[in-house]
């Protein structure tokens, strides 16, 4: 019998993830296979004597459904394999590495550009920079922190004094400056990828809010995959190494956009908005992945 642990993160009680967890453990047992919860935090990997110490033995893999960097790295270090692999989910956390891996693959993206590190609170925010960005964008522009899930972090300026009010608030914080897709306002697909092939699809609308979240509000229905929104989510998967993600799919007027990349997608929404078994087609990926 195949052994397979999923990684929590240890101080999450939102109810998406702990029915993520639950929900993957579930429909491993269906399969034949054993899956043990684990919380992040329960000293599953150190570093002694020089080497890395996991303490995962036993296991035949790790669906890995949090984004500490250094606890996925040090489990693939001592030889652990993880779903997804601890560089992808690197490169989903942070949303302007998302963007510069995926730059120059033919892969279609809002103009963006990345705001510079600043390290100084009491450092008044760069005019030029400021300046560079409205050429560029216009208003209304998006204002994106690089790290954040659910929504959160994404803002909208619509003019000069939002603009600078934003840069204060983040300027210590990694973040970046996006074109506004007005046509895709509250608007979007949230479209699940396994194994590299789209499986199930959602459009997201959200009549009070620019963000299209169904954590902020948005209201899901069954959608169908245009052909071009597909090769995109399944060419970023391939690009990221990605087993499973949920990829957000801003509908322009010229076409698809990437907006997100999320390597642990919550996939309760979209299961009951579509009634296809994600926790399913997940778990037989894993198993099918390690025999």
Not at 98 to 118: E, N, S, Y
């Amino acid at each position: 019998m195949k052994r397979i642990a999923i990684i929590i993160n240890a101080y999450s009680r939102l109810p998406h993830s702990l029915n993520q967890s639950a929900r993957l453990k579930e429909e491993f047992a269906k399969l034949g296979a054993a899956a043990d919860v684990i919380k992040n935090g329960q000293a599953a990997a150190r570093i002694e004597n020089g080497n890395v110490a996991a303490a995962l033995a036993g296991y035949d893999a790790c669906v890995y459904l949090d984004k500490d960097k250094y606890l996925s790295a040090m489990l693939e270090k001592a030889g652990m394999r993880l779903f997804d692999r601890h560089a992808a989910v690197e490169a989903c956390d942070d949303k302007m590495t998302t963007f510069i891996a995926l730059a120059g693959h033919g892969i279609p993206v809002p103009d963006t550009l990345p705001a510079p590190l600043c390290y100084d609170a009491d450092a008044a925010p760069s005019a030029a920079l400021l300046d560079a960005a409205e050429r560029a964008f216009g208003y209304p522009m998006i204002v994106k922190e690089s790290y954040g899930s659910l929504g959160r972090g994404v803002y909208r300026a619509v003019d000069r004094k939002q603009l600078e009010e934003l840069e204060e608030k983040l300027k210590l914080l990694p973040h970046l400056f996006q074109r506004y897709i007005s046509e895709s306002a509250g608007r979007d697909l949230r479209v699940i990828t396994i194994g590299g092939r789209c499986v199930a699809a959602m459009e997201r609308r959200n009549e009070g809010d620019f963000r299209s979240n169904i954590e902020l509000g948005g209201k899901g229905t069954p959608a169908s995959i245009p052909d071009e929104a597909k090769r995109v989510c399944e060419k970023a998967a391939e690009l990221l190494g990605l087993d499973y993600c949920g990829t957000d799919i801003l509908l322009s007027k010229d076409g698809p956009l990437l907006c997100e990349v999320n390597s642990n997608a919550f996939f309760g929404g979209i299961e009951s908005v579509t009634g296809v078994n994600i926790a399913k087609k997940y778990a037989q990926h894993v198993l099918c992945a390690i025999d």
